[in-house]
């Protein structure tokens, strides 16, 4: 089974800061690994993905996200962030392989909230 | 290429009163999956179907919800006889391939939000 944990339920960070976002799991398989953003009242969007390969994975809005197997993690960063940042961010997490699940499995998500 | 199509966006019952969510998968999908997201909670599985057969319903509780997805039409999910704690947004995703096909990465919609009075 996998679990994930994003620690910060909000972080609030003033205009073209950088931010990061963390998401840490844990899994007795190996994983794939997930991050969607919810806008205020809107559905879930597939932010960026790690499959395979370079454990280092960008979006086209300036996000990016690194796998770390080591420390089970695949934080989320930006090194500008703009208001229009100001979301819901979730990461999932699902297994690998014969005998694991499908399901995708989330984090109870973190709202960050980009001031003036 | 309409994505995840889920209607009505927003339904308020009564207590008592049984609920119905619809959910168009993306042309060229044929598994869907919905997902129920509690206030300040991330979303947890509730069920797994393919076209005309239930594939996993472990996450649905075991009573008044029920769901399926015809060989034509949307997937449903209903609700029976609603309480307030089925308050939540519940949020519908397809994929074009099985869980065994590689990544599977699912394709969500915006979400139904119900609301019990």
């Known amino acids: 089974a996998q679990s994930v944990t994003q620690l910060d339920s909000q972080v609030p960070v003033f205009e073209e800061a950088p931010v990061e976002l963390r998401c840490n799991y844990s899994s007795s398989v190996s994983v794939y690994l997930f991050w969607y953003v919810q806008y205020p009242n809107q559905g879930l969007q597939l932010l960026l993905k790690y499959l395979s390969g370079s454990t280092l994975v960008k979006s086209i809005n300036g996000f990016e996200a690194e796998f770390n197997k080591s420390q089970t993690s695949f934080h989320l960063r930006k090194p500008s962030v703009h208001r229009s940042d100001t979301a819901e961010y979730f990461c999932a997490v699902r297994g690998i392989g014969r005998g694991s699940s499908y399901k995708l499995i989330f984090g109870s998500g973190t709202r960050l909230l980009v001031r003036p | 290429n309409a994505g995840v199509m889920q209607n009505p966006r927003h339904l308020v019952r009564r207590r008592g009163q049984e609920a119905r969510l619809r959910c168009s998968p993306m042309?060229?999908?044929?598994?869907v999956y919905w997902y129920r997201q509690l206030p300040e909670e991330g979303l947890k599985f509730m069920v797994y179907l393919q076209k005309e057969n239930i594939i996993d319903e472990s996450g649905m509780p075991k009573e008044r919800f029920s769901a399926e997805f015809p060989k034509e039409g949307p997937s449903i999910l209903r609700i029976q006889q609603v309480v307030r704690g089925d308050s939540a947004a519940y949020f519908c995703?397809?994929?074009?391939?099985?869980?065994?096909?590689?990544?599977?990465?699912?394709?969500f919609g915006a979400g139904s939000r119900l609301t019990v009075l």
């Open positions: 042309k060229g999908h044929s598994h």
């Open positions: 995703a397809s994929s074009p391939q099985g869980p065994s096909s590689g990544a599977n990465v699912l394709t």
